[in-house]
């Protein structure tokens, strides 16, 4: 069975190196006051840049972002970046998909700007969400991509239990109990700050205001989960 796994992957890799990759737009990196800013989509590229300009510049532990998201295995390999070097995280505009999954979870400190949105949409569990970032992870190969999703998972749920935070953060908003998205037409799910913390997010702030209304910004557009805590601990 391993024998077949690897030529599958060896014939995959061959073919997709035949066709032209779907490109992302690059993401602008720069440093500015004693931080690492990134505006644009997560890469393979975007995180070489960012660890390199980190690794060079061992004092500056703020990452300044705003994202939709982009390259789920790459947001995976910053974001242990983030962790491991205790990172605290300003999202200037929003953070959202694989920003949110994997930047916002892992950071030491998390601020918000006045008007700065961090949502999520789902994650490795939400094949749908798997879907649409497909093409990074095989580009060009959509349909391949469904052979190799428990990889992406199980490397998914190592990140998770690394960083010590709920992996079920990406999908809550979909659940059947506490969920909201389906409940109307939107762009995707945030959380209180308690509820964070009962996920292991902690340290989470918007700028100018006090704690709990750190999230009371949010256009309609967004839809808050209510985690019930008697029913996590059943």
């Not at 393979?44 to 061992?58: C, F, K, T, W």
């Not at 749920?157 to 109990?177: K, Y």
Request: net charge negative; aromatic share 14%.
């Amino acid at each position: 069975m391993m024998r077949v796994f690897t030529l599958l992957i060896s014939a995959t890799v061959l073919a997709a190196c035949s066709n032209a990759p779907q490109e992302l737009p690059q993401a602008t990196i720069t440093v500015t006051e004693n931080a690492i800013e990134m505006v644009g989509e997560t890469s393979a590229s975007s995180v070489e840049q960012l660890l390199e300009i980190s690794n060079a510049n061992p004092q500056i532990k703020t990452f300044r972002v705003t994202s939709n998201g982009g390259d789920p295995m790459s947001a995976m390999q910053w974001g242990y970046h983030l962790y491991r070097n205790q990172f605290t995280i300003e999202v200037m505009d929003y953070c959202l998909n694989s920003c949110a999954n994997y930047y916002f979870t892992a950071a030491h400190k998390r601020v918000l700007n006045n008007d700065a949105v961090v949502a999520w949409s789902g994650g490795a569990q939400n094949e749908s969400w798997v879907q649409n970032w497909s093409f990074y992870i095989f580009p060009g190969f959509r349909n391949v991509v469904q052979h190799y999703l428990d990889a992406f998972l199980r490397r998914e749920t190592r990140f998770f239990n690394r960083i010590n935070v709920d992996q079920d953060i990406t999908e809550f908003g979909f659940d059947e109990s506490v969920g909201c998205m389906n409940e109307g037409d939107f762009d995707g799910f945030y959380y209180s700050v308690a509820d964070l913390l009962i996920l292991g997010v902690s340290k989470t702030s918007r700028k100018n205001v006090s704690w709990d209304n750190t999230f009371n910004h949010y256009p309609s557009n967004y839809c808050q989960v209510e985690l019930d805590p008697v029913q996590m601990l059943r």
